[in-house]
Each structure stands twice: as C-alpha cells, then as structure tokens.
C-alpha cells in the first residue's frame, strides 16, 4: 500500500555532505502525517541500525554517532522525509533505508535503499 523510495545517495569525500531524500506514495497527506519516519543504515556485516527519526509531532531522535551531524526533517506537505548529512566519514558509509511505521508497531514500510559512499 505504502512505498518508499529513496534518493540522493551518492559517492562524497571525508568532510563533504550529502542530502537524502524519501518520498512516500500511496497514502494521503492525511495519512503520511500519522506515520514515525525514520532513516537506518546498515553497513556490511553489521546489523541495520537507526540513525535518525521523527514523529508525528516532530520529535527528533538521532544515534550518538551522528549527533549534531546529521539532521532529519519531513514535509507532510510533500509526503517526504529527509536526512541533511555533513561533516562525513568514512564509517558513515552504508546503504541507508527509509522507514515509516505507526505506533505500536505496525504498518511498517520500508524503501529499498540507497547508497552512501565516503572516501578517505
């Protein structure tokens, strides 16, 4: 019902930024506005991990590894959520997902990810 699809990965320097983008189809503006959406990674041989998300309310959360780096925001408007990424490092590189979901969880929705690749 509910497809994400992501954007804006890319190949970038140590130190340089990247925007991702995920936009949502399928649902109202209505609807996207009750989702949590959030953004993960997963680099090879590590388990995916949460990044950054943000609530219907536009509560933010981000992991500790990208704090102050890294910051989500959404456009209900839109039906699209992004991740503005600066100051990057090579750990930082993985394939990042888009995820949305209500509250316990369901309706759970997942993109199909886009790659991020930073360079020493």
């Known amino acids: 019902q509910v497809q994400l699809v992501e954007s804006g990965g890319g190949l970038v320097q140590a130190g340089g930024s990247l925007r991702l983008s995920c936009a949502a189809s399928?649902?109202?503006?209505?609807?996207?506005?009750?989702?949590?959406m959030g953004w993960y990674r997963q680099a090879p041989g590590l388990q995916r991990e949460l990044v950054a998300s943000?609530?219907?309310?536009?509560?933010?959360n981000y992991a500790g590894s990208v704090k102050g780096r890294f910051a989500i925001s959404r456009d209900n408007a839109k039906n699209t959520v992004s991740l503005q990424m600066n100051s990057l490092k090579p750990e930082d590189t993985a394939v990042y997902y888009c995820n949305a979901y209500i509250s316990p969880p369901r309706n759970n929705y997942w993109g199909q990810g886009t790659q991020v690749t930073v360079s020493s």
């Open positions: 943000i609530t219907k309310e536009g509560t933010t």
């Open positions: 399928g649902i109202s503006g209505i609807i996207f506005r009750l989702y949590t």
